[in-house]
């Protein structure tokens, strides 16, 4: 099977798979992933084949919906991609992309060991910023039931997975646990730019939340 289709019927799979999701981690999530990574993975020359592969299928089982288990996605994307007869070099390199993807705290570090997976990461966190970002940090608040925000809880610095996995607090908290810092760790030039103007709509967008807050504006 030539490239392209291979691409088609991912597209596919993962759309029927994820379509009905409501907790901000939808189809279209992953669209938006797909597309700004491609953006990103043709100004910084990596492999686009890769790229979508791992972009796609990023999110295709998240741990948060299986009891924390952090190996169903690269399980289930492998099995895919062997179905399609995609090669294997391609399969290892696209499930290490899964397993190496996701923020799991600040003070927790994940480094991703290729230019394509440097992509798809940040193509991710730009998901995260700027206006969608703000969006889907309350769709993800709802879903669990947080607030928006609440004065005497205040943001924690999580050192470990567990710890940011099992967080309870505000939705306005994830800003400065998460939001805020991702744009000083996009991998790729490309990504950093695009961060900037994101970055500075959520620093406006606080400011104002917190005048409207007080009764200020
Ligand atoms: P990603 O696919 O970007 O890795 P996650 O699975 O970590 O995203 O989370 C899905 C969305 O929900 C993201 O936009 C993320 O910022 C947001 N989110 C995650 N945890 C929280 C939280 N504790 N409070 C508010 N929003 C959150
Ligand atoms: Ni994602």
Redesign the pocket.
Known sequence: MNKESILKQTEEYVRKKMEDES???DWW?VYR?WKTAVHIGEQEKADLFTVQLGALL??IA?H?FHGGDLTVGPRVAREWLEGLKVEEGVIAHVCEIINE???KGAGVETRMHSSEGMVVQDA??L??IGAI?IA??????GY?G?AIYNPDIKPAEHETFEQYKN?K?P?I??FY???LLLKDLMNTKTAKKMAEERHRFMEQYLDRFFKEWEGEE
């Open positions: 907790s901000g981690h999530h992933v990023h999110d998240d948060k993807v996701s923020f991710d966190r998901d995260a970002g889907r940090a309350f769709a993800y608040g669990k947080l967080n607090g939705s908290n994830h646990e998460k939001l």
